[in-house]
């Protein structure tokens, strides 16, 4: 992997078991690498392949990243990301390798049927938030990123 810079460590704390978060990404000139750890309780981890021409175009990987274990998932530029939290109280902590730019953060419908997720049992759509409930289908995303065959 070439090396990589972090410019920015966010934190998050989602209170209630169930929490989803995502599924995120930000587009150029502020594509994000992010590397993905819960410093209290746990989290399901979830990145998702957005680059066209990609072998694994739309399908997603998973990891359980947990406080105890102090495990991380490195999520490269051109995957969404999001998670959901296993345990009440969870503290994530990602850094990025880009800064935070609102007219570049956008998503990915965390059920979209065509990526099909296999998110925990404890996974409580009524815990997303506003943006997160009206997220796009894959099928409806332009070409934000591709790659060459
Ligand atoms: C991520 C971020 C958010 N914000 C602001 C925007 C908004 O007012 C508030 C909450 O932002 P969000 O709703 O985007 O928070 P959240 O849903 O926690 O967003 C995060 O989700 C996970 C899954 C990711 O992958 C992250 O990259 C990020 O998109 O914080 C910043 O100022 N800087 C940042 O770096």
Redesign the pocket.
Known sequence: MAPVEFV?E?Q?LSMAQGTI????FQSEPFA?G?LVRCVEGAIFDVAVDLRHGSPTYGQWAGATLTAQDCNQLW?PSGFA???CTLVPQTVVA?K?TAY?S?EN?LGLAWDDPDVNVAWPDVADPTKL?A??QVQPRLADLPSYFEVAN
Not at 21 to 24: D, E, F, S, T
């Open positions: 920015q966010n998050s978060r995502g599924l995120h994000q992010k999520i990301h999001g998670f990602y990025v935070y609102r953060d938030s943006k997160d």
